[in-house]
């Protein structure tokens, strides 16, 4: 709190402060930055021309929400990103128990301190951190946890039981004149959801036999996943005619944006004294696995890949390219397609596969590594480049790769070969991505029938097709 914010009722009203529903306080301040030009949410990727658009038409008309998407789709990102369109104080009763407007309280507490002590009641700020709330929705949600519950301790202090300052108010009373998110609505039980509906709707709550007629100022906004909000009837229609807009989520469109995701989600790296040098090729390929995953008949499709297995592929890629950095003591860190044979537990861990037989699922997941390096090996080489490379292959007898494989091996063998400097994107033999450039234009090849493969242990060897 600042010197010149007001401290008491007297003082607020002096300082002319005007007090606006939380709808409208949004509203008003997402106005602003409209005009601005600013950033409305923060670290949101690909939603500009689709879903950003009807957030925006949501709260502009005062509307409470619903974002309805597959798991991995930003949903609680955009929820926690709207605390943002709260002003950055706000004023309540410094001795009431819940959230209360110092002009227009509430609770029988709230309008007892303002009627005893007027405007010399004392007031405190909240912070627009503290005026938001979420709740996962679990089955075992009860009403006390979302709306309240008879304290025992205020019992055994003397107080009656009809007196509602017994009450214990629970999470949505406690966030009044802030944003309540609740994250898989359809879990909810009916029931909770019927005391749900009635204190963001009807104002009129029981709490063990207490009537209560509480007119909360809360913002409203949910997530739910398709296949439980649409096809299993888990929500009580009443509630879902509450909420003004249905926001529908999706995957990114492009590998591009979900490349610029996994870019700002990973988890940085603790390199030590080592840095970090990530070919564009091999996060290209971590995001075209989990794009081609969600076009397989393969993978389960009705929960969705998320963006999250992009994110883990990513990462594992990074810590085995790491692993080796320590064991050959090599300064920079790269990742390599040799890499890619030691992310199937993250894949493992992430998708949900159509098969009946276990054994088949290597098979699917090494046709997903095997498709989208041949893809993204497309988008940067010809094929009517390679004929110099094979012919190299006629005169050597192979070429041995492997995720353990140091760097100057890898370096000898180009500097060696005017074909493979002159093929390469990246000929420098000091390159530190050398190693995984050559492994990338090496697997391409083999993923074309140019060349033979074998495998053995965890390593390979190309060498010319018989």
């Not at 529908?248 to 080592?274: F, G, K, N």
Request: hydrophobic letters at 40%; a negative charge.
């Amino acid at each position: 709190m600042t010197e010149t914010q007001p401290t008491t009722l007297g003082d607020l009203k002096a300082s002319g402060y005007e007090f606006q529903p939380v709808k409208q306080e949004m509203r008003r301040n997402l106005i602003g930055k409209l005009r601005l030009g600013d950033e409305l949410f923060p670290g949101v990727i690909g939603y500009d021309e689709s879903v950003v658009p009807q957030l925006v038409n949501g709260l502009l008309s005062c509307q409470d929400l619903i974002l309805l998407g597959e798991r991995g789709q930003a949903k609680s990102k955009i929820v926690r990103s709207l605390g943002s369109l709260l002003d950055e104080a706000f004023p309540v009763l410094a001795e009431a128990e819940i959230p209360e407007s110092p002009t227009a309280p509430i609770t029988k507490i709230g309008k007892a301190i303002v009627a005893d002590e007027g405007d010399d009641a004392s007031i405190r700020w909240l912070d627009r951190e503290d005026r938001y709330a979420e709740k996962l929705a679990t089955p075992d949600i009860t009403i006390a946890d979302l709306l309240g519950e008879i304290d025992p301790v205020k019992i055994a202090e003397g107080r009656y039981l009809a007196d509602e300052s017994t009450l214990h108010y629970g999470l949505i009373p406690r966030v009044n004149h802030g944003i309540f998110a609740i994250n898989e609505l359809p879990d909810l039980a009916e029931r909770i959801q019927v005391g749900l509906l009635n204190i963001l709707e009807e104002r009129d709550v029981q709490i063990r036999g207490h009537k209560i007629r509480l007119p909360l100022d809360v913002f409203l906004v949910v997530t739910a996943n398709p296949e439980d909000y649409t096809n299993r009837g888990r929500l009580i229609t009443p509630l879902k005619d509450r909420f003004g807009s249905q926001v529908r989520t999706h995957y990114p469109q492009s590998a591009s944006d979900e490349l610029r995701i996994v870019h700002q989600e990973a988890t940085p790296l603790d390199l030590q004294d080592r840095s970090l040098d990530v070919p564009d090729f091999m996060g290209r390929i971590a995001v075209e696995i989990t794009h081609l995953a969600r076009d397989s008949a393969d993978i389960n499709q009705r929960s969705g890949v998320s963006v999250r297995t992009s994110i883990t592929v990513y990462e594992t890629l990074l810590a085995n390219a790491f692993r080796r950095a320590l064991q050959l003591d090599e300064k920079v860190v790269v990742p390599r397609i040799s890499d890619l044979q030691y992310i199937l537990a993250a894949l493992y861990g992430k998708l949900e596969f159509e098969v009946f037989d276990e054994s088949e699922e290597d098979a699917v997941v090494t046709k997903l590594i095997n498709t989208a390096v041949k893809n993204v090996w497309d988008r940067v080489y010809d094929l009517d480049e390679m004929e110099a490379v094979m012919e190299f292959f006629e005169n050597v007898e192979s070429i041995e790769v492997g995720a353990d494989v140091p760097l100057d091996v890898y370096a000898s063998c180009v500097a060696s070969s005017e074909a493979l400097r002159d093929t390469l994107k990246n000929s420098a033999p000091e390159s530190a991505s050398l190693a995984s450039e050559l492994e990338f234009l090496l697997e391409g090849m083999y993923l074309h029938d140019l060349v033979s493969k074998e495998s053995y242990a965890h390593r390979e060897r190309y060498m010319a097709r018989e």
